[in-house]
C-alpha cells in the first residue's frame, strides 16, 4: 500500500452496492411462447465443427441453434452477425452489463451500438444445474474475449495458429470468401459456451477450470433476428489446463438449426434496431 487511507475509509467501503442495469425494465422475453414454437420445430440445419477449427452457420429469425457436446466436453467461442449487416454484431460486454459475467435462460446476446438490440435469447441449457461453485466459478460467459496467437505469442514468443481467434478468422474468410486480413477485423469477444470460468477471490484474476460439460450437453438460442454464426472448437479443450494447446483432448462441438411450422410464433416481432435518436446533442 503506498497511500494511507482515509479516517472514514470503512464507511467508504461499505456503501452499499447498486446494480448498473436493473433487469426489471427490459423487456420479459415470451418463453413459454418460444418452447411451444422449439417443440413443433424440425431440423433444417446441421454444422459439425471439428476440434481445434471453427465453422460457420446461418439462421433466420424465429427459428433455433442449439450446440452441442457429441462426444464429451468442450469449449465453444461463439460470434455472432446480423446476417446481411456485419457491421451489427454480438456485444459481450454490454450482455455482460445487462445481465451478469454468465449468461442463463431468458437471458439475450446483445447487437452492438448504435444497434443494440436482442440478437437471440437463451431458451434452454443442460448445464443449469451448476450455478456457482465454491471458487466462484459458472458456466458460460461473456468474460474471457477469446483465445489469440497475439496474447500467446506475447506470453510465449511462439506462434500458434488454431487459437478461437484465428479458427474464426480462417472459418469468416473461407466463407465470405475475404483475405484472412480482412476477415480478422470482423472478429469481436465471444460468448464462451460449456466454459466454467471465474474471478480469484483474492486477487481478481480471470481463472478457467474445467468445463463440467459432459457428452450430449448443449446449450440453445431462439434467433430473434437473422444471423451469420461462427463457432470455433477452443484448442484448450474443456479448459481444464491450458490454452492454445496441441495436447489438451478436443471434442467436435455440433451446431443444428430447428424452424417451427408456420403459426407457431404469432404476436412475436422481429425487434427493431434501437430507437434512440442518435441525434448525442441536445436541443
Ligand atoms: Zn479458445
Known amino acids: 500500500m503506498t497511500h494511507a487511507p482515509p479516517k472514514d475509509a470503512d464507511a467508504r467501503r461499505a456503501a452499499p452496492p447498486v446494480i448498473c442495469y436493473k433487469p426489471d425494465t ?4 415470451p418463453l413459454d411462447l418460444y418452447r411451444k414454437a422449439r417443440a413443433a420445430s424440425g ?15 446461418r439462421v433466420t429469425a424465429g427459428s433455433f441453434f442449439r450446440i452441442t457436446c457429441p462426444e464429451g466436453a468442450q469449449v465453444g467461442d461463439l460470434n455472432l452477425f446480423e446476417a446481411r449487416n456485419l457491421d451489427e454484431h454480438f456485444y459481450s460486454g454490454k450482455t455482460r452489463a445487462l445481465h451478469g459475467s454468465h449468461l442463463h435462460v431468458g437471458q439475450r446476446l446483445w447487437s452492438c451500438l448504435p444497434y443494440l438490440r436482442p440478437m437471440a435469447t437463451l431458451i434452454e441449457d443442460s448445464l443449469d444445474w451448476y450455478g456457482v461453485d465454491d471458487d466462484g466459478a459458472r458456466v458460460h460467459d461473456v468474460i474471457g474475449t477469446r483465445c489469440d496467437p497475439y496474447t500467446h505469442h506475447l506470453l510465449s514468443g511462439q506462434d500458434y495458429h ?30 464462451n459456451v460449456f466454459m466454467c470460468t471465474g474471478f480469484t477471490h483474492d486477487t481478481g484474476q480471470y481463472f478457467m477450470k474445467a468445463s463440467p460439460a459432459r457428452k450430449g450437453d448443449h446449450i440453445e438460442f431462439f434467433a430473434e433476428i437473422d444471423m451469420l454464426g461462427v463457432l470455433s472448437a477452443c484448442p484448450g479443450g474443456d479448459c ?31 425487434p427493431s434496431y434501437n430507437r434512440y435518436s442518435r441525434r448525442h446533442a441536445p436541443g
Open 43 to 57: 431440423e433444417t440445419g446441421r454444422v459439425i465443427v471439428p476440434p481445434r477449427e471453427a465453422r460457420c452457420f
Open 162 to 191: 488454431n487459437t478461437c481467434h484465428s479458427n474464426l478468422t480462417r472459418a469468416l474468410a473461407e466463407h465470405l470468401r475475404k483475405p484472412l486480413t480482412e476477415a480478422e477485423t470482423l472478429v469481436h469477444d465471444v460468448l
Open 240 to 270: 481444464g489446463s491450458e490454452h492454445s494447446s496441441d495436447t489438451a483432448e478436443c471434442h467436435p462441438l455440433e451446431v443444428t438449426i430447428h424452424s417451427p411450422p408456420a403459426g407457431y410464433l404469432d404476436g412475436w416481432y422481429s
Open 26 to 29: 427490459l423487456y420479459v422475453p
